[in-house]
């Protein structure tokens, strides 16, 4: 079955960094774009990025363009998020997602990972 | 961006009962391409719809999903106790993908 584990998650200071991972099986994922969507506590879902199945296009939400940077390692079948100059907006739950269409990409998800807590506070 | 309206914001309602949830666009969503997902406390969202209307892998036929346009609506016709969560439609039709607020199922 698909499986998707984020980790990385915790406590940074604003202007910090932190680097997410996503661990995945149970799927071909050379051929499936992927996304990271958050959700800031007790709010409701933000997507923030988009990355295709090779790794030629991607896409951002304009809130986190020039600080995020999302990339993908096919050969390990793990996706990752760079958080560079982090805000205490970035504070959430952040979730990778895969998309629900093979090749091409659909931009619904249909499988998430259980996510992983991004504080940033000082 | 496609700003969504769901509606209402909290639903009471009883096991065995059915259940219409709304979602609203700001403007036309191209193609149906709206899902809905569930999400219960302290776990990640499940797909149950994508397209207006098609379920997801193992989705109960008990929730459906119609609509076109700027409107929407899940249906879930009998609900059972595991259906007590939020939801949450997502459009797709146009970049960026965009999130409604969610409406939280409740009991009664």
């Known amino acids: 079955q698909v499986q998707l584990v984020e980790s990385g998650g915790g406590v940074v200071q604003p202007g910090g960094s932190l680097r997410l991972s996503c661990a995945t099986s149970?799927?071909?994922?050379?051929?499936?774009?992927m996304h990271w969507v958050r959700q800031a506590p007790g709010k409701g879902l933000e997507w923030v990025a988009f990355?295709?199945?090779?790794?030629?296009?991607?896409y951002y939400t304009d809130s986190v363009k020039g600080r995020f940077t999302i990339s993908r390692d096919n050969s390990k079948n793990t996706l990752y998020l760079q958080m560079n100059s982090l805000r205490a907006e970035d504070t959430a739950v952040y979730y990778c997602?895969?998309?629900?269409?093979?090749?091409?990409?659909?931009?619904?998800?249909?499988?998430w990972g259980q996510g992983t807590l991004v504080t940033v506070s000082s | 961006e496609i700003v969504l309206t769901q509606s209402p914001g909290t639903l009471s309602l009883s096991p065995g009962e059915r259940a219409t949830l709304s979602c609203r666009a700001s403007?036309?969503?191209?193609?149906?391409?709206l899902a809905w997902y569930q999400q219960k406390p302290g776990q990640a969202p499940r797909l149950l719809i994508y397209?207006?209307?098609s379920r997801a892998t193992g989705i109960p036929d008990r929730f459906s999903g119609v609509g076109s346009g700027t409107d929407f609506t899940l249906t879930i016709s009998r609900l059972e106790p595991e259906d007590f969560a939020v939801y949450y439609c997502q459009q797709y039709g146009s970049s960026p993908p965009t999130f409604g607020q969610g409406t939280k199922l409740e009991i009664k």
């Open positions: 397209g207006a209307s």
């Open positions: 403007q036309s969503v191209s193609s149906s391409y």
């Open positions: 997602a895969k998309d629900g269409t093979s090749g091409n990409w659909a931009y619904y998800f249909d499988h």
């Open positions: 149970g799927f071909t994922f050379s051929t499936y774009g």
């Open positions: 990355i295709r199945y090779d790794g030629s296009i991607i």
